[in-house]
């Protein structure tokens, strides 16, 4: 005879399903968003002054400053990221959320407190530090003020050469200021160099010639929700092979995209938040 199940196995069944789906809202919820991963690799880097083999370079990408990521955590990883005494912080860009111009006030006390490089720190903006649509300059220019206030160099598309490195900063992809042909073709191909591009698409647009490097990029959360061993539901970038990590891409460059620190909704994953850690190395 079929084995039918009993009035009281089905509550059971549905009881333990309804824990499990409870364990794990509450687990995407209140703890991987706050579960920061550092993870760290070597930077090969043609051409690395011999002083600058073995230093270190720290990541931040994605803080998101505003209402859905708590402060306390950001200053908290802050904390964390300068104990490492990193020689060089890139912020990759999307510095806030915004929503209203009392975050101007968030983000400059949240900033007082960005780690720095004990030779230089740079930043870029990302497409959340323009406002709603990507289109209020005068967002971008307040953030990109008050980062320079922390003591954050702003690179919007230009380059700056920080304790004999240089740095190449794109502005946001998804902005109206994002023009990076000119500063590639000017300092692309300086062999001791690190570009900043906060989309990893803007890796694909055709103005890389020359360019034989890394390029440091955010912006995907590593696809925030992802389900084990299946592509993220959702991805902001038209090249959906670029979730996170690293990437060999065309013309001897190499790319690593970062899953960030914080997030805009306050879930995760199976995409903890992330500071990358580099070691630079020299090559011939």
């Known amino acids: 005879m079929p084995n039918f199940l009993t009035r009281r196995q089905a509550i059971k069944t549905l009881a333990s399903a309804t824990a499990g789906a409870a364990a794990i809202g509450l687990y995407t919820w209140r703890i991987e968003p706050h579960w920061l991963e550092f993870t760290f690799f070597d930077m090969p880097i043609a051409g690395l002054p011999q002083e600058l083999d073995g230093k270190t370079l720290a990541q931040v990408s994605d803080v998101h400053v505003g209402p859905q990521v708590d402060d306390a955590y950001l200053l908290e990883t802050f904390r964390r990221v300068q104990a ?3 020689d060089f912080v890139a912020f990759t860009g999307d510095f806030v959320t915004y929503r209203n111009p009392s975050q101007f006030d968030q983000l400059r006390r949240v900033l007082e407190h960005a780690p720095h490089g004990q030779l230089g720190t740079v930043g870029i903006l990302g497409n959340h530090d323009y406002g709603y649509h990507w289109r209020m300059l005068h ?3 307040q953030v990109t003020d ?3 206030a922390a003591g954050i160099t702003m690179l ?3 380059a700056t050469v920080v304790g004999g490195l240089q740095f190449i900063g794109l502005d946001d992809l998804w902005s109206p200021r994002f023009d990076p042909a000119a500063v590639i073709a000017q300092n692309g191909k300086v062999p001791a160099s690190v570009a900043l591009c906060h989309n990893p698409d803007g890796a694909d647009h055709p103005v890389w010639d020359g360019f034989q490097s890394w ?6 959360h590593g696809g925030q929700c992802k389900p ?3 592509p993220p539901p959702m991805l902001p970038v038209d090249n959906r092979r670029y979730v996170e990590g690293e990437f060999d891409l065309s013309g001897n460059r190499r790319m690593y995209i970062s ?3 914080g997030h805009l909704l306050r879930v995760r994953f199976n995409a903890r938040p992330e500071v990358p850690i580099f070691r ?3 090559t011939t």
């Open 280 to 282: 630079l190395r020299r």
């Open 146 to 148: 008050i980062a320079t």
């Open 259 to 261: 899953r960030g620190v």
């Open 139 to 141: 967002v971008a220019d």
């Open 228 to 230: 084990p061993f299946l």
């Open 84 to 86: 490492f005494h990193p």
């Open 156 to 158: 919007r598309n230009q």
């Open 215 to 220: 390029i440091l990029a955010g912006h995907t």
